[in-house]
């Protein structure tokens, strides 16, 4: 069975939108790429999809613009060319190498993680915190960020179950910011 793993910038005050503050540097970009290697594919909100798709998917010219710095095409080619599922109840179609999740959400993401693979990245603001509630995050990866937003939506914002985590890693970067990799506790 695949893990579904949870990863997500974060401000100290648990900020997650993504105009927070928290752009990646070239170290953390790095980190970011090998994060996208280790899944088989990632698994998207409809927000963060369309977000993610703007941002990152590849120019009809097929080069990628002037202004991307090169320490960021591995990542845009990691992500542009990554399987997608996106769950939605609101689009009628997806591309970019994405399908539709739709239906019970629970069913849906255990089915995904019975596929064989290496693993699904679970990208988004709002799905994890229902994804954890029915316990289907097996691993949870938060890179705080030292700045504090003051608004914004939270982390795992709208959760209703407590959840206890274990630390299995902890990275510090020049930046510093600090990477936290966690596991639920069963």
Not at 25 to 38: A, H, N
């Amino acid at each position: 069975m695949q893990a579904l793993r949870y990863s997500i910038n974060v401000t100290l005050d648990g900020c997650v939108h993504h105009e927070a503050g928290v752009a990646p540097d070239e170290e953390l970009m790095r980190f970011w790429t090998d994060e996208l290697r280790r899944a088989d594919a990632l698994v998207y909100g409809r927000v963060t999809y369309e977000m993610m798709q703007s941002a990152w998917r590849r120019p009809v010219s097929g080069g990628w613009p002037d202004g991307m710095d090169a320490w960021e095409v591995p990542f845009a080619e990691t992500i542009d060319a990554a399987r997608k599922h996106v769950v939605s109840n609101t689009l009628a179609s997806v591309d970019w190498n994405a399908d539709l999740v739709r239906g019970d959400l629970a069913t849906e993401v255990q089915r995904l993680k019975e596929e064989p693979g290496r693993g699904l990245s679970l990208g988004a603001v709002t799905l994890p915190a229902a994804l954890a509630d029915l316990g289907l995050i097996d691993e949870y990866l938060f890179v705080v960020h030292p700045l504090v937003a003051g608004h914004g939506p939270r982390l795992l914002d709208g959760q209703h179950e407590r959840l206890r985590l274990e630390l299995v890693e902890r990275r510090a970067f020049a930046s510093g910011a600090v990477a936290h990799r966690y596991v639920p506790q069963r």
